[in-house]
């Protein structure tokens, strides 16, 4: 098995003006792609050709190589997957929002402490609504390119780029206008579509 770059299920140009089409396509052309790459020629050299992306990741996380082009891989698949054009009534399923709610709060508290998260970030990585291994709804960043899957952190639901490729050439250093715009391009359709799938094997 080698791993292909994903074709998006929309233009580079589809989610302005909250990410303009350049950056869009150097994302995902040069960025994503070099990690594809990478990843294809590691996992070739070490015989892991038949595993799943997650069954590598999982595995071999203590090599760099696979930890960071296999988790570069990894994350923007599923970044671009829970991203979309802005839509009318693209809200979260009745069970994720009641779940957020009982954790955080709020649904606005719950967007807050994600973004704030995502915000203080240091340096280059990933913000992440992920559920643990005890079945709760955490909000952490992780750094580079790790996610939940290594450390058996837990299963991603959302993801927040926060590398300054995914943002830079429209936001400079803004990354909170960056963070702010991502509410309106964040696809509740995928992510409930998800998550309910994910609780539904719980």
Same mark, same amino acid.
């Given at each position: 098995m080698?791993?292909?770059?994903?074709? &998006?299920?929309?233009?580079? $140009?589809?989610? #302005?003006?909250?990410? +303009?089409?350049? %950056?869009? #396509?150097? !994302? !995902? %052309?040069? !960025? !994503?792609?070099?990690? %594809?790459?990478?990843? $294809?020629?590691?996992?070739?050299? &070490? $015989?892991?050709? #038949?595993?799943? *992306? #997650?069954?590598? &990741?999982?595995?071999?996380? +203590? $090599?760099? %190589? *696979?930890r960071n082009n296999g988790g570069g891989y990894y994350n923007h698949n599923f970044f671009w997957k829970i991203i979309c054009p802005k839509t009318k009534n693209n809200i979260p399923s009745e069970s994720l929002i009641v779940d957020i709610n009982n954790k955080f709060g709020s649904f606005e508290n719950f967007k807050k402490i994600f973004s704030n998260v995502a915000i203080k970030h240091f340096g280059s990585g990933w913000a992440w609504l992920y559920l643990n291994v005890n079945n709760e709804l955490t909000i952490n960043s992780t750094i580079n390119q790790d996610n939940p899957l290594m450390d058996n952190m837990g299963i991603p639901i959302i993801a927040l780029d926060v590398w300054e490729h995914a943002y830079y050439l429209r936001y400079q250093n803004r990354r909170n206008e960056y963070i702010e715009a991502f509410w309106n391009i964040i696809n509740w359709s995928e992510i409930s579509k998800n998550y309910d799938l994910i609780k539904s094997n719980k």
């Amino acid at each position: 098995m080698y791993f292909k770059l994903p074709i &998006l299920s929309y233009k580079y $140009n589809a989610l #302005e003006p909250y990410i +303009d089409s350049m %950056t869009m #396509e150097i !994302h !995902h %052309t040069k !960025h !994503h792609a070099s990690y %594809t790459l990478n990843l $294809n020629n590691a996992i070739k050299e &070490l $015989n892991l050709c #038949e595993q799943s *992306i #997650e069954q590598i &990741l999982k595995k071999n996380i +203590d $090599n760099p %190589t *696979i930890r960071n082009n296999g988790g570069g891989y990894y994350n923007h698949n599923f970044f671009w997957k829970i991203i979309c054009p802005k839509t009318k009534n693209n809200i979260p399923s009745e069970s994720l929002i009641v779940d957020i709610n009982n954790k955080f709060g709020s649904f606005e508290n719950f967007k807050k402490i994600f973004s704030n998260v995502a915000i203080k970030h240091f340096g280059s990585g990933w913000a992440w609504l992920y559920l643990n291994v005890n079945n709760e709804l955490t909000i952490n960043s992780t750094i580079n390119q790790d996610n939940p899957l290594m450390d058996n952190m837990g299963i991603p639901i959302i993801a927040l780029d926060v590398w300054e490729h995914a943002y830079y050439l429209r936001y400079q250093n803004r990354r909170n206008e960056y963070i702010e715009a991502f509410w309106n391009i964040i696809n509740w359709s995928e992510i409930s579509k998800n998550y309910d799938l994910i609780k539904s094997n719980k």
